[in-house]
C-alpha cells in the first residue's frame, strides 16, 4: 500500500490517505435493469468472452467508462461500456446510469 499524503484534522492528529481510499470515495454504484442478468465481458464489446453474468437485481460500481461495441438495450442504444472490475466491462445500455453520456472517467 502506498501513501499519497498525510493531512492534519482537528486536533493536530494526521491522518493518512491512501491512493486506493481516494480512489473507492470516488466510485458509485448502478443499479442493472430489473428483469436482466447481464453478461460481463472481459473487454468492452460482444466480441469479448463472457467472464462471468450478474443475477438480476445486481448494483455495480463504475471505475471508469470506454467506447466499445454499440449495444441495444432496455436504456437505449449505447457504445458506452463500464469497467466494473479488473478486466470485467457490461454494456452502459443495461445500467440504470441516468444519463445517456459518460458518468465516470474514461479508462486509460
Known amino acids: 500500500m502506498s501513501v499519497d499524503r498525510a493531512e492534519e484534522i482537528e486536533g493536530g492528529e494526521s491522518q493518512t490517505v491512501t491512493a486506493a481510499a481516494a480512489v473507492t470515495a470516488a466510485v458509485h454504484y448502478y443499479s442493472v435493469a430489473p428483469g436482466y442478468r447481464l453478461n460481463v465481458r472481459r473487454g468492452p464489446g460482444t466480441q469479448y468472452s ?3 453474468v450478474l443475477p438480476e437485481g445486481a448494483q455495480i460500481p463504475i471505475y471508469c467508462q470506454t ?3 454499440s449495444v441495444a438495450g432496455p436504456y437505449g442504444t449505447s457504445n458506452i461500456w463500464d469497467n466494473i472490475a479488473n478486466g470485467e466491462f457490461v454494456s452502459d445500455a443495461y445500467v440504470l446510469t441516468g444519463s445517456d453520456g459518460y458518468v465516470a472517467s474514461r479508462c486509460s
Open 50 to 52: 463472457i467472464a462471468r
Open 67 to 69: 467506447p466499445g461495441t
